[in-house]
């Protein structure tokens, strides 16, 4: 199963910027595509964005369409989610997923972004 490292998270104010990384490991010839969920206390992970192993398709939940931007670099086997106009709604744990041609699925351990005045 492929292994994933994120980093980059932080406190932010409102507006700010934040980019996260994630480091994947292992067998990441078998990744069909990777991406982004959050999480906050008391509420299901929801998806946040997702980009292919090619890199050629991304997609992105509704909240976050025209502030993030999901992309990786196959030379360093990383996946970048750069977040603009941040928002106090943004705040979450954010995890790094990687979904494989067999159907296994990996996690990161998550990074906590918080957006305060």
């Known amino acids: 199963q492929v292994q994933l490292v994120e980093s980059g998270g932080g406190l932010v104010q409102i507006g700010g910027s934040l980019r996260l990384s994630c480091r994947a490991s292992g067998p990441t010839f078998s990744t069909y595509a990777m991406g982004w969920f959050r999480q906050t206390p008391g509420k299901e992970r929801e998806f946040v964005a997702r980009i292919t192993w090619s890199g050629y398709t991304t997609s992105y939940a509704d909240s976050v369409k025209g502030r993030f931007t999901i992309s990786k670099d196959n030379s360093k086997n990383m996946v970048y989610l750069q977040m603009n106009s941040l928002k106090p709604e943004d705040t979450a744990v954010y995890y790094c997923?990687?979904?494989?041609?067999?159907?296994?699925?990996?996690w990161g351990q998550g990074t906590q972004v918080t957006v305060s005045s």
């Open positions: 997923n990687a979904d494989s041609y067999s159907g296994d699925v990996s």
